[in-house]
C-alpha cells in the first residue's frame, strides 16, 4: 500500500533519452521512415500521440492506403510503391485481404515491434522542441497522459511526419498554408480562392452493420436535421448499401473555410452533424426502406485531416513537375495519385466532392522536398512536405507519404553514419548514395538509373535452368466481349511477333486493332498509334491471325488494342506471367477515370485515353500465340536495379515445362556469403488498399512461395515453402564459403512460371 503525505506541489516523472533519430507521427510515413532508419542501424524513437499506428490508416479514421497505383484506375503501370510500405501492404493483405481496420493497426505494431532500433511511444504528445542553436533542435518535449510521465528525446536528427507539422512549426521553420496564386508558379489549376476555397477540409466516417432484426436510430439532438436542403448532393439511392461506408463517404467533409489545425474541435462536431444526420436520413426519412435492420457500428472520434501546413524544403514541388514527370538529379520516391483538390465547402458546396486530374505516369519527388531549408537537422514527411497546393493535391495520399517516409529514413541512417548534416546530400554525387541505399530495399526511383548494382552478382557468371519463351498464352474456354476496348500490353523488341488468337462473332464484322506505344517509354499511356489494321470476321468462331511485320521496334512496351466491337468476343486466358498484363479502356468513376481524360482548357493537364487493369478473377489475359515466340524474361536481367517491369520486364522467368527452375551463380574464386536478398514478384500493379476495399487473392499468385539456395556442396543453406514477401533477405551469420550458389523454384502455379526480379549477394 502507498500513502503519501499532503506535500505543497508534485512533480511528473520525467524520463530522458537520446537516439540518433526522432519521428514525431506515427502515419504511414512517420511508421516508414522509422522502420527503414532502423534497419540501416541507427537508434529511432517513433512517438505517435495516439493509442495506434497507421494516423489517417489506422481504425481510428479508417482510411484506405494508396498511392500511385490509384484503385488502379489510371495508366500507372507497375506502380505500387516499393519497400516499408510494400512489405506492409503485402502483409496485411496475406493478413488481413478483407481489409478488417482493427488488424491493419496490428500489422503496423507487429511491423515496429518486430524492429529492435526502435523504441515505440504511443499515447504520447510531442508538445514542444528545445534548440540548441538558431538551426538546430536539440530536443522535444512530450507527454503521456496514459502514464502521466513527461519525456524529453533528444537527438542529432529530426523527422516531423506529424501531419499538422508541430515540430517544424514550433522550431520556427517557414511554412504555408493555403493555396499559391495561379502567377506565382504558373499552375494553370490554381485554384479560385474565393469560388473553390484554397484548404481541404477534414472528414469522418461511419460504419454500419445489419443486425439481422429491425433497429430503431434516434438522433442526438445536435444532429444535422434538413439534410436535403443542407447537402446538395444528397445522398443518392446507391450510397445505402453495406459497402458503401467508411471511406466510400469521403466527399463527408468540411473545414476548408476556417483554420484546420486551431478549428479541428469544431470540425469534428460539424462532421459529427453531419455523420448522425446522415444517419438520420437513412433510418427515418423512408427512403431507404432496406436500411430497417441496420445499425451504426462504428462513428469515427477523430477527423481525418488532409491539408493544413507544408513547410518550406529546398524545392517546392509544383504542378509541372506532377503533369510534365520532370525528372530530378536528386529524386528519392514517386508519387502518381491524381492532382486531386476538393472545394473548401465540402459537403455543403453545390460543387463536385472533388475534381481530380492524372498525370500520364507517375512522377520523381526531389529529396530537397523533404529537407527543411530552416532547420539543420529536421526532415520532413508525409503530408506537410516542400510542395505547392496544386501539387500537394497528388503528393498528399499515404502510398507517396509512405515512400517519401522511407526516403528520409534512408537518408536519417547515412547522415549518422557519415556524420553529415541532411542538407549535405543535395548534391550531385552525395545524393546517389541515398538513391542506392533506397533501391537496396526495394524502392523504385523513376528515370534513374545507377550502375553496379547486386553486389557480389556482378561479377558472377549467371546460368539458368531455363528462360520463358512465350510461345502462347493457353486458352481457358472463355471470351471476352469487346464490350470495351481491350489491350494486351507486352514487352516487345526489335519485330513485332505474329499473333494468333481465337474470336467468335455473333454476325460478320470488321475488327480494328491497333499497335500502340507510348511516347515517353518509361509511360504506359498508349498515347502514341503507331499502326492500325481493320481484319474482316465472320459470324462463327476463327482464328484471326494478327501481324504487324512492317514494324521493328525498340524495346518497351507495347499495346495490342483491340477496339470496342460489341459482337466480337476474344479467348481468355488463365495464365498469368511476369511482366505480362491485359488493360482496358473502361471507366472507373472512383477516381475520376472516364475512359479518357478531358480536362477543360487552360488548366495545364493533359487529355489522354485511361487503360486500365481489371481486378482479379476479372481481367485475364487474351489467349495470344505468338510467332516468334516472346523472348523478354532472361537472367541478364537479373543484373539491373529495376525490381519491376518498366521499358523491360526486368524479371528471369522460367519455363513452365522446367521442373526445377534453378538460377546458378558461379565465381572464379571463392566468395564469403554474408547475405542474400531476392526480390520476387508480388505484382506491384495491383493497389493493395489497407481497409474496406478487400482483395481476391492473400498471396500474390505470380509470387514464388517454395525455394531452396544451395552452396557449391549442395548443402541447402537456406530454404522455405511459404513465402509470400516481395524481398526476401537472407543473412548468413558465420558467412557461407562457396564458389557456387544455386537458387531453385518451384512454379508459383501449374499456370504461372517462376519469376525473379533481382538478386542481391553480399
Ligand atoms: C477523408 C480523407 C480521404 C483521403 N483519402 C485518401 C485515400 O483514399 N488514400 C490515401 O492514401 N490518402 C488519402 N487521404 C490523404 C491522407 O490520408 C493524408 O494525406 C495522409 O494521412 C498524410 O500522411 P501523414 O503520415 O503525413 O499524416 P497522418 O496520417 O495524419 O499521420 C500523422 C500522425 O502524426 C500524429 N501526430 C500529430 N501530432 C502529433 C504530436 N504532437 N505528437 C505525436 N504525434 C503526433 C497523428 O496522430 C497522426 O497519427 C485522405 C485524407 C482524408 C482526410
Not at 494516423?55 to 492506403?65: I, M, T
Request: net charge negative; glycine share 6%.
Amino acid at each position: 500500500m502507498i500513502i503519501e503525505d499532503y506535500i505543497s506541489k508534485r512533480e511528473l516523472t520525467k524520463i530522458e533519452k537520446k537516439f540518433d533519430l526522432v519521428v514525431v507521427g506515427g502515419g504511414m510515413a512517420g511508421v516508414c521512415c522509422a522502420i527503414t532508419a532502423a534497419r540501416q542501424g541507427i537508434n529511432v524513437a517513433l512517438i505517435q500521440d495516439r493509442p495506434v499506428l497507421g494516423g489517417n490508416a489506422s481504425s481510428e479514421v479508417r482510411l484506405w492506403v494508396l498511392g500511385a497505383t490509384s484503385h488502379m484506375g489510371n495508366n500507372n503501370r507497375w506502380s505500387r510503391e516499393g519497400g516499408v510500405i510494400d512489405e506492409i501492404l503485402v502483409e496485411n493483405t496475406f493478413r488481413n485481404k478483407e481489409g478488417n481496420p482493427v488488424l491493419f493497426d496490428m500489422v503496423l505494431v507487429d511491423k515496429v515491434l518486430a524492429e529492435k532500433n526502435i523504441e515505440l511511444f504511443l499515447n504520447t504528445i510531442v508538445l514542444d522542441v528545445e534548440k540548441s542553436s538558431e538551426k538546430v533542435i536539440s530536443q522535444v518535449m512530450a507527454f503521456n497522459p496514459q502514464n502521466q510521465i513527461k519525456y524529453i528525446f533528444k537527438a542529432d536528427l529530426f523527422a516531423d511526419c506529424s501531419g499538422d507539422g508541430i515540430i517544424s512549426y514550433l522550431s520556427g521553420a517557414s511554412f504555408r498554408v493555403g493555396a499559391e496564386d495561379k502567377e506565382e508558379n504558373l499552375e494553370l489549376f490554381a485554384p479560385d480562392k474565393n469560388e473553390y476555397g484554397e484548404l481541404l477540409g477534414h472528414s469522418i466516417f461511419f460504419y454500419m452493420k445489419d443486425t439481422g432484426k429491425a433497429v430503431k436510430y434516434v438522433a442526438p439532438n445536435f444532429a444535422l436535421k434538413d439534410i436535403e436542403s443542407t447537402i446538395s448532393k444528397v445522398m443518392k439511392p446507391e450510397y445505402f448499401s453495406s459497402n458503401q461506408h467508411g471511406c466510400k463517404y469521403w466527399w463527408l467533409e468540411y473545414g476548408g473555410r476556417i483554420d484546420t489545425i486551431h478549428d479541428t474541435e469544431a470540425i469534428k462536431f460539424e462532421l459529427w452533424k453531419v455523420v448522425y444526420g446522415i444517419w438520420d436520413y437513412i433510418k427515418n426519412s423512408g427512403k431507404y426502406l432496406d436500411s430497417a435492420n441496420y445499425t451504426l457500428e462504428w462513428v469515427g472520434v477523430i477527423p481525418g485531416k488532409r491539408e493544413s501546413r507544408r513547410f518550406k524544403g529546398h524545392y517546392m514541388l509544383t504542378q509541372q513537375d506532377v503533369v510534365e514527370q520532370r525528372n530530378h538529379y536528386d529524386s528519392v520516391a514517386y508519387g502518381g495519385w491524381s492532382i486531386d483538390l476538393h472545394p473548401s465547402d465540402g459537403v455543403y458546396s453545390e460543387k463536385n466532392g472533388c475534381n481530380q486530374w492524372h498525370s500520364k505516369g507517375i512522377y520523381p519527388i526531389p529529396y530537397r522536398c523533404y529537407v527543411s531549408y530552416d532547420i539543420e537537422n529536421l526532415f520532413l514527411g508525409g503530408r506537410l512536405i516542400s510542395a505547392s497546393h496544386v501539387a500537394f493535391g497528388s503528393s498528399r495520399v499515404m502510398g507517396t507519404s509512405a515512400h517519401g517516409g522511407q526516403a528520409i529514413g534512408a537518408a536519417a541512417a547515412l547522415c549518422i553514419k557519415t556524420k553529415k548534416k541532411p542538407a549535405e546530400f543535395i548534391d550531385f554525387e552525395e545524393i546517389k548514395k541515398i538513391q542506392r541505399a533506397l533501391i537496396t530495399t526495394g524502392q523504385y526511383i523513376p528515370q534513374l538509373k545507377l550502375n553496379d548494382f547486386g553486389g557480389k552478382v556482378s561479377t558472377a557468371k549467371i546460368d539458368v535452368s531455363s528462360e520463358l519463351a512465350l510461345s502462347e498464352l493457353k486458352e481457358n474456354g472463355n471470351y471476352f466481349r469487346l464490350d470495351y476496348p481491350a489491350a494486351m500490353l507486352l514487352p516487345i523488341k526489335g519485330n513485332i511477333p505474329k499473333m494468333r488468337l481465337k474470336v467468335k462473332c455473333s454476325e460478320a464484322t470488321n475488327l480494328t486493332i491497333q499497335l500502340r506505344a507510348s511516347y515517353k517509354p518509361f509511360n504506359f499511356t498508349p498515347d502514341a498509334i503507331l499502326f492500325v489494321k481493320s481484319y474482316s470476321l465472320v459470324e462463327r468462331e476463327q482464328i484471326l491471325d494478327i501481324e504487324f511485320n512492317e514494324i521493328n521496334v525498340e524495346k518497351g512496351y507495347y499495346f495490342i488494342c483491340f477496339q470496342k466491337n460489341s459482337i466480337v468476343e476474344l479467348a481468355e486466358s488463365d495464365q498469368l506471367i511476369s511482366g505480362i498484363k491485359s488493360v482496358f479502356n473502361y471507366q472507373n468513376p472512383a477516381v475520376s477515370n472516364y475512359g479518357t481524360q478531358r480536362p477543360p482548357k487552360n488548366i495545364g493537364v493533359e487529355t489522354f485515353e485511361l487503360w486500365c487493369p481489371l481486378r482479379r478473377p476479372n481481367g485475364k489475359n487474351l489467349a495470344l500465340k505468338f510467332s516468334p515466340s516472346l523472348h523478354a524474361f532472361e537472367s541478364v536481367n537479373l543484373k539491373n536495379e529495376f525490381f519491376r517491369p518498366v521499358i523491360g520486364t526486368n524479371a528471369w522467368v522460367a519455363s513452365l515445362e522446367d521442373k526445377s527452375p534453378t538460377l546458378t551463380l558461379t565465381w572464379n574464386e571463392i566468395q564469403t556469403i554474408e547475405k542474400i536478398c531476392l526480390f520476387f514478384d508480388t505484382d506491384a500493379d495491383h493497389a493493395m488498399e489497407s481497409v474496406q476495399m478487400g482483395h481476391f487473392d492473400s498471396v500474390m499468385p505470380f509470387c514464388v512461395q517454395e525455394y531452396s539456395i544451395e552452396d557449391e556442396n549442395s548443402n541447402i543453406i537456406y530454404e522455405t515453402i511459404n513465402n509470400h514477401q516481395t524481398i526476401n533477405i537472407i543473412d548468413f551469420d558465420k558467412g557461407i564459403n562457396t564458389k557456387t550458389i544455386k537458387i531453385k523454384l518451384k512454379h508459383p502455379s501449374q499456370l504461372t512460371p517462376a519469376s525473379l526480379f533481382g538478386l542481391i549477394i553480399n
